[in-house]
Every structure is written in structure tokens, then in C-alpha cells.
């Protein structure tokens, strides 16, 4: 199953790549006053916490289980 | 408060006086699609509440997968928000400008001068539109450039009176900017010694029998009567006819 978190904590890497990107347009192209300093902190917050809510659930699952196919 | 910039050639000097992005309803769709989204992995984590009888494979798929599933709809809406909010209408004092975002990695600014508009259409069609107040405005630019587009944006109307009434507060300033610099070049040619009638120099003067012509002009009238002009037609048709054809090119004298 370890094949499988490996998989995860890659797309983990491109999900944080891709967030970074479209955080950067929002911080950089957005203007003082505007909604999309709120969004940043709201998509921030929520994206940390489905990241450490998983990593919370991965961590107290039993990982070491073979899939005979 | 620091000065920012809403697009890159705005002048410190230069008034937004609108700044417009389309209506709420055309992101709605993002909403509806994380919606869609949302209920088979609302259904699996329900199902795997209620059995927790299931087998360990099986839980740690579905841990996996929940956070999968969630992190791609935040990116969704993370796209859908970073397309709507960052896709601009502006129109300052000067010009009009269209600031396009499409995703994250293709951003297009164009840009208008207020006195290139020569016409203003504002356009509502179909059921959502007329019901929640949104539509188009076709700005239509002399010369070659494209014209320019305000798509799903709200109160078009409105938004059209305003472009068209900013239009005409550019050309009238223009005008009279160019009034001022025709009279200060007199100034300043007064300045110099020469006046105006004077100048350019006489030789050029003499050559030009400017009277002569002053006189030729004197005799041209603007009528603005259509039963005047056709008057005056009439009787230079019959003028004509009596005289002979009236040749090609030939200006006519009312």
C-alpha cells in the first residue's frame, strides 16, 4: 500500500505547485480592497485543513498491508 | 494609502469611473459543478460512517481518495474564482480596458481610447439575462481595431449611458485642448513680433490672393432647409439645362 502514499504525497506536491500559482495571480493582479485577500486566507485555511485532517487519518491507519492481485 | 495601479498603463492622474466584472451568475456554474462534486464523496465518507465493519484496504482507499477528491474541488473553485474575479472591465476618464484572465497562465489587457469609440450597444438576450439584469456591450471602434466587448456584465444599460456620456466628455475636452494650443500658438507667434495675419512670410502671402479668396467664400452659404436646398437645386437644374450638360467634376455654385 505504501505505493499508494507515495502517489498521494506526489499529487500532494502538484496540488501545492497548482495553489501557489493561483494564489500568486490573486496576490499579484488583485488591488487593495477587493475580495481576493479574504479568498486567499479562506482557500489557504481550507486546503491546510483537508491536508492535516488526512494526514491525521493516514497516520492512524495500518499502512503495511499487502494487495496480493 | 499606497497608489496601486489597476492595470499597468493607468497614470496616477487618470479616474476610474467604472470597474466592472460579469455578473455573479456566470460563476454560479462553478458552485453547481463543486456541488456535483461533492455528493458521491458526501455519500462515501456517510457510508463509511455507518459501516465500520469495512476492510482495511478499503479504508485506506477511501482516506486517500476524500482527500483527493476534496483538494481538486478547492482547485476547481480556486480556478473558477481566479477566472471570474480577475476578468475586468475598466473605464477611466481616458480609455476602456479589458483585462481577460483565462486560468491561470493566459492574461490578455486590451485597451481603448474613449475618443476611438464611435458606437455603444447594449444588448440583454435570453431568460436569465432579463431576469437578473445582465448582458453585453458592443463598443464600436473607428478604424481597424476590434471592437470591444463586455460580456455577462451587470445593468448593461446603464453601463452603456455611462461609456457613451465619458466619450463625449473626452472628445470636448480634447477639442478644447486643441482650441488652447491653436491659441497659444498665436501667442506665442504675437510674442515674436509677427501677427497673425502677417505670418508666414509675405512673399508667400503675395503669391495667394487671399481677398480673391475670402471673397469665393463669402459667396457659399450653409442651408440647412430641405425645401431650401431643394429650391436651390431646382433652379440651378434649370440654370444648367438652359446653359447646356454640366460637366463631370465641376463644383457647383449655390
Known amino acids: 500500500m505504501t505505493y499508494l502514499l507515495v502517489l498521494y504525497f506526489v499529487f500532494l506536491l502538484g496540488f501545492m505547485a497548482y495553489s501557489a500559482a493561483g494564489i500568486y495571480h490573486l496576490w499579484r493582479f488583485g488591488y487593495a480592497g477587493d475580495l481576493t485577500r479574504p479568498i486567499i486566507i479562506i482557500y489557504s485555511f481550507l486546503a491546510i485543513s483537508i491536508i492535516i485532517v488526512s494526514l491525521i487519518a493516514i497516520l492512524t491507519r495500518d499502512w503495511s498491508i499487502v494487495v496480493n492481485f | ?254
Not at chain 2, 460563476?27 to 460512517?49: C, D, E, M, Q, R
Open chain 2, 1 to 254: 494609502m499606497a497608489y496601486k495601479k489597476l492595470f499597468p498603463a493607468q497614470d496616477e492622474s487618470e479616474k476610474v469611473f467604472l470597474l466592472v466584472r460579469k455578473h455573479w451568475f456566470t460563476y454560479v456554474i462553478f458552485w453547481f459543478l463543486g456541488f456535483i462534486l461533492a455528493l458521491p464523496a458526501i455519500g462515501v465518507i456517510a457510508y463509511w460512517l455507518y459501516n465500520q465493519n469495512i476492510s482495511p484496504l478499503a479504508g485506506n482507499i477511501i482516506v486517500l481518495g476524500e482527500s483527493v477528491y476534496c483538494l481538486v474541488a478547492l482547485g476547481l473553485f480556486l480556478y473558477g474564482i481566479v477566472d471570474y474575479y480577475l476578468d475586468i472591465y475598466i473605464v477611466t476618464d481616458r480609455r476602456i480596458v479589458d483585462i481577460e484572465q483565462n486560468g491561470f497562465f493566459h492574461r490578455q489587457i486590451s485597451e481603448l481610447y474613449l475618443r476611438e469609440v464611435q458606437d455603444v450597444k447594449a444588448k440583454v438576450d435570453g431568460f436569465f439575462p432579463t431576469t437578473l439584469h445582465y448582458g453585453q456591450v458592443i463598443i464600436q471602434t473607428a478604424g481597424e481595431t476590434e471592437n470591444f466587448i463586455f460580456d455577462s456584465i451587470p445593468h448593461p444599460y446603464s453601463v452603456s449611458k455611462k461609456i457613451m456620456d465619458l466619450h463625449e466628455a473626452s472628445v470636448g475636452r480634447n477639442r478644447a485642448k486643441s482650441k488652447e494650443s491653436t491659441s497659444s500658438n498665436t501667442d506665442q507667434l504675437e510674442i515674436r513680433g509677427y501677427s497673425v495675419e502677417e505670418y508666414p512670410n509675405n512673399e508667400k502671402k503675395q503669391e495667394k490672393p487671399e481677398e480673391t479668396k475670402i471673397e469665393n467664400v463669402k459667396k457659399y452659404e450653409i442651408v440647412t432647409n430641405e425645401d431650401e436646398v431643394k429650391k436651390i437645386m431646382d433652379n440651378h437644374h434649370e440654370k444648367n439645362s438652359e446653359e447646356g450638360t454640366l460637366e463631370e467634376g465641376k463644383q457647383i455654385d449655390i
